[in-house]
């Protein structure tokens, strides 16, 4: 079993900063990708920023430019440096790990995420 916990997030004010962190622990055999997704009331979860598994790190559009994401030393910890912040990107951020199983396909694990408030 593969466990993945969020932490990190807060309140902030519109501009500010905010750093959010993820590890992922337990039975895994190789990790694949890592990423972050948000989802805010009445919408869709969507991409925030992931490294996937040719080493190529993808940023969702409205974050581009503001939102840095990094690996740790230990592979299974991934970061999310949030700067410039704006009320809408208030939402519940999730980290996602995916990773290769027994049968050669890969399964996606998320985490139960981490409340991020932004105030204007």
């Known amino acids: 079993q593969v466990h993945v916990v969020e932490s990190g997030g807060g309140l902030v004010q519109a501009g500010g900063s905010l750093r959010v962190s993820c590890e992922a622990s337990?039975?895994?055999?190789?990790?694949?990708?890592m990423g972050w997704y948000r989802q805010a009331p009445g919408k869709q979860r969507e991409l925030v920023a992931e490294l996937t598994s040719d080493g190529i790190t993808k940023y969702g559009d409205p974050v581009k430019g503001r939102f840095t994401f990094s690996r740790g030393g230990m592979k299974n910890t991934v970061y999310l440096e949030m700067n410039s912040l704006k009320p809408e990107d208030t939402a519940v951020y999730y980290c996602?790990?995916?990773?290769?199983?027994?049968?050669?396909?890969?399964?996606?694990?998320w985490g139960q995420g981490t409340q991020v408030t932004v105030s204007s």
């Open positions: 337990g039975r895994i055999s190789s990790i694949n990708a």
């Open positions: 996602k790990v995916q990773t290769g199983n027994d049968y050669g396909t890969n399964d996606d694990h």
